[in-house]
């Protein structure tokens, strides 16, 4: 079974520039997560998806953030303009939904600097 | 609301034990347990939902103690393999999937 797909895998940019990443779920995972790692901390959330409707964004920072997930597969993760602190390695992770045990599965994640 | 993992930082022999503790400020739904290497994703270990019910893996044992809304990860007869950053998530309410994380303990497994 394919795991998370996400890409790119690096991505260094100038502060006040924009920059995409993308997520492929597992197969049948109609949820799916974003969530932001700064280096030494445990994942944060930014928003959670089922199927190509919104769960949870009330962490996701809405003036320079945005998410979708048109058709309930792949989502897209946008920040424009970026700011210094937005360094981190941002992780897409998908879990079946309804499910007892919802355990998340994560992605390789994307390691972005910004400059 | 975040929850409060202890200790930070763990140095074990191979073949000696850990436990790792996650505590909450409110009544928890469940705990999720992930273990991460360094440059890699979270890979799930335990879930341990509230009512006694878990799902992990063989070789690892958690605890969940609703009363006093903690968790422990159990490590036996550790391995070099067992070393990385251990993270406890955890869900209030309900089945919501939405987890806040610690802040991580980092373990590390010396011949």
């Known amino acids: 079974e394919a795991g998370v797909a996400q890409s790119p895998r690096y991505k260094i940019i100038e502060k006040r520039q924009s920059v995409a990443f993308w997520c492929n779920p597992i197969?049948?995972?109609?949820?799916l997560y974003w969530y932001q790692q700064i280096l030494g901390q445990g994942p944060k959330l930014l928003i959670q998806?089922?199927?190509?409707?919104?769960?949870?964004d009330s962490q996701l920072p809405k003036d320079r953030f945005s998410a979708e997930r048109l058709k309930g597969v792949d989502s897209t993760l946008k920040i424009q303009p970026a700011k210094l602190e937005d360094s981190a390695v941002y992780l897409c992770?998908?879990?079946?939904?309804?499910?007892?045990?919802?355990?998340?599965?994560f992605g390789p994640g994307t390691r972005l600097t910004v400059l | 609301q975040q929850p409060v993992q202890s200790p930070q930082a763990v140095i074990l022999r191979e073949g000696e034990d850990a436990v790792i503790n996650c505590s909450s400020s409110?009544?928890?739904?469940?705990v999720h347990w992930y273990r991460q290497k360094h440059g890699e994703a979270p890979v799930f270990l335990m879930i341990?939902?509230?009512?006694?019910e878990q799902k992990g893996h063989e070789k690892i044992s958690a605890s969940f103690n609703e009363k006093k809304q903690q968790s422990s990860l159990y490590l036996t007869a550790s391995q070099l393999s067992y070393s990385g950053t251990y993270f406890c998530?955890?869900?209030?309410?309900?089945?919501?999937?939405?987890?806040?994380f610690g802040q991580g303990t980092t373990l590390q497994v010396k011949p």
């Open positions: 992770a998908s879990s079946l939904t309804g499910a007892v045990y919802n355990e998340q599965f």
């Open positions: 197969s049948g995972h109609a949820t």
């Open positions: 998806f089922q199927n190509n409707g919104v769960v949870d």
């Open positions: 409110k009544a928890l739904y469940s």
């Open positions: 341990l939902l509230k009512g006694g």
């Open positions: 998530g955890t869900e209030y309410g309900g089945n919501t999937g939405k987890l806040i």
